[in-house]
């Protein structure tokens, strides 16, 4: 497996001319692709044209719901409509790289949801894929996009706090539908791969590098998925960390990041609004008497800041995209895939 994939670099795509709104068409009637569509409504730059179902019942129902010119009975009848510019992947996350790696052979860029395939073998076959086909494709990541994660990457590139030494960052809410696909160990369920990428991705993104060795423990469900985890990260330049996350908890979801010369406290929300507001805790210096500074970022709708960052990398560049890179995806997906298979072994693992 290659380490170092930097696809984005030097790279022009087949839509980087278009100037009228991304055309996007949503694989699966997924829960979650009804809070994308209530972040595309509010976008300038991209619209949802069509929508497929397995069923067409399903389709017809959610293109009616939400206006949606076309509705396809199956993905692939989707992926053969020329209109389409962009597909957005909200599928079981088994389905990620196979249904991805279809559309970029269709000649579609991908907006996948989070996690973008549990194994870094398929991480690294979608983004040759990418690159065969001239698209772009992208994990979605709505807190990345946020204003108070790109301010939070630029206090920490500034140096506000220092050389960053420790970050722990945990994620947790309570699950308790059977029938959920995120409980289902066919579907790559399991509070890891379902919540635990967002710190995971959060880590990666601040080390700046791939983490080197992990050691886990879960509690399992009686299906057989993590319903709790907790891991350690270890990274060559020294940044140590710990991510948690949980199906079983009140919803919590907060990161301390702590460097040599202070410390950023945050909530890493997708979504912010007056009732969670988007707000950094920054405490400079080492002083325990210092106080600490708050940095109001404006509210955003998480999917509409992703959306517009997408359709950007897709119409003007890679540098327009405020997400995950090709690299840290499949960073991501080798430090999900580790910090599995550590929490079955009871050992530590090397990445
Ligand atoms: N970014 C976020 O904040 C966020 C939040 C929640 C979930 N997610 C991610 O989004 C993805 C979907 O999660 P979700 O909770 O929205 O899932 P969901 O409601 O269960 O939807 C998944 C969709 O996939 C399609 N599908 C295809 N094969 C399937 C199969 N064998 N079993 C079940 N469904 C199948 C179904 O659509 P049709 O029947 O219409 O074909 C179904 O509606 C996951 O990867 C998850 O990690 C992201």
Known sequence: MTASIDLFKGRTTKKEQRVDKLKIGILGTADIAREFMAGIRLSQKADVVAIASRTLDKAEAFASEFEIGKAYAAYDALLADVEIDAIYNPLPNTLHAEWSIRAAEAGKHVLCEKPLTPSAIDATAIFEAAQKNSVHIVEAYPY????????????????????????????????????????????????????????????????????????????????????????????????????????????????LISGDEGVIETSYSNHTSPERPAVLQLRRGTSWSTAYETISLPEMDGFLAEIDSFADLISIGSPQWSGATPEQSVDIARTLEAIIASARAHIPIDL
């Open 144 to 255: 990345l996009a946020q204003p108070q994660t790109i301010r939070l990457r630029q206090l920490l590139d500034e140096g506000a706090i220092g050389r960053v030494r420790l970050v722990r960052a945990s994620i947790g809410f309570s699950m308790s539908d059977r029938d959920n696909i995120r409980l289902d160990p066919t579907l790559a369920g399991g509070s890891l791969l379902d919540a635990g990428s967002y710190p995971v991705s959060l880590v990666r993104v601040i080390a700046g590098e791939r983490a080197t060795r992990t050691y886990a423990v879960a509690d399992w469900t009686e299906t057989g998925v993590d319903r709790s985890m907790v891991a350690t990260l270890e990274h060559a330049g020294g940044l140590l960390a710990q991510i948690s996350c949980s199906f079983g908890t009140g919803v919590h979801r907060h990161a």
